[in-house]
């Protein structure tokens, strides 16, 4: 079956352009994540969705990162006046409940950033 | 310091040895602890979960050790294909939402 996609698969945005980046979780999802990962480094949570409500935004960087899930199922998160430390991959990740400790969180193949 | 620690690697070993990763973490809430792997420019996949008693799936065997609040991943008779970052990872009881990742040990298995 179709797994989580993310769109673009790369966007390079000169520095103080806005970007919006796309995930499409598996279907039937109720939670989605948003992770960052920098090279060399693990994924950061960002921030996390179950239906379309955002439960836990704890890891946004600054209020330039916004992220949205209105209908409960595709999400966006948006950068505003992207700065060169925001270059990094842009992880989605969905999981049937969300709740449960043991809940595996399946991974889209990621936006890679670069700002320039 | 970082919440969940690894051996950054890399780790070069030949074909068929055995290889034990360890990572550390410091939140002592932490309640559910999982091995996912990325292969280079990929997404991370569930390897396995975590559990109190320790749990074997073919060559990989992890424990956890929560009084020292550890984790290791034990790979025996490596394959090339297992060549790749293994990153830890735990959950809180109180948000199970978030995962907290390690920053991942590379493994690389030569022929």
């Known amino acids: 079956g179709a797994g989580v996609s993310q769109s673009p698969r790369y966007k390079v945005a000169k520095r103080g352009q806005d970007v919006a980046l796309r995930c499409d979780p598996i279907?039937?999802?109720?939670?989605l994540f948003w992770y960052q990962q920098a090279l060399g480094q693990g994924p950061e949570f960002l921030t996390y969705?179950?239906?379309?409500?955002?439960?836990?935004k704890s890891g946004l960087p600054s209020d330039r990162f916004f992220a949205e899930r209105p209908e409960g199922s595709v999400s966006t998160l948006k950068i505003q006046r992207t700065q060169q430390e925001d270059s990094a991959v842009y992880l989605c990740?969905?999981?049937?409940?969300?709740?449960?400790?043991?809940?595996?969180?399946?991974f889209g193949p990621g936006t890679r950033l670069l700002v320039l | 310091r970082k919440e969940v620690e690894q051996d950054p690697g890399p780790f070069n070993v030949p074909e068929g040895a055995t290889v034990a990763f360890n990572c550390t973490y410091s939140?002592?809430?932490?309640?559910?602890f999982f091995w996912y792997r990325q292969d280079c420019r990929k997404e991370p996949k569930l390897l396995m979960s975590?559990?109190?008693s320790g749990n074997e799936d073919g060559r990989f065997t992890a424990q956890l050790n929560r009084a020292s609040q550890y984790i290791s991943l034990l790979i025996r008779d490596s394959k090339l294909s297992d060549s790749a970052t293994y990153l830890c990872v735990v959950r809180e009881d109180t948000n199970a939402g978030k995962s907290t990742f390690g920053d991942g040990t590379t493994l690389t298995v030569k022929p």
């Open positions: 279907s039937g999802h109720v939670s």
């Open positions: 990740a969905s999981s049937l409940e969300g709740e449960g400790l043991q809940e595996t969180q399946y």
């Open positions: 969705f179950q239906n379309e409500a955002q439960l836990d």
């Open positions: 975590v559990y109190s």
């Open positions: 939140n002592s809430a932490s309640q559910s």
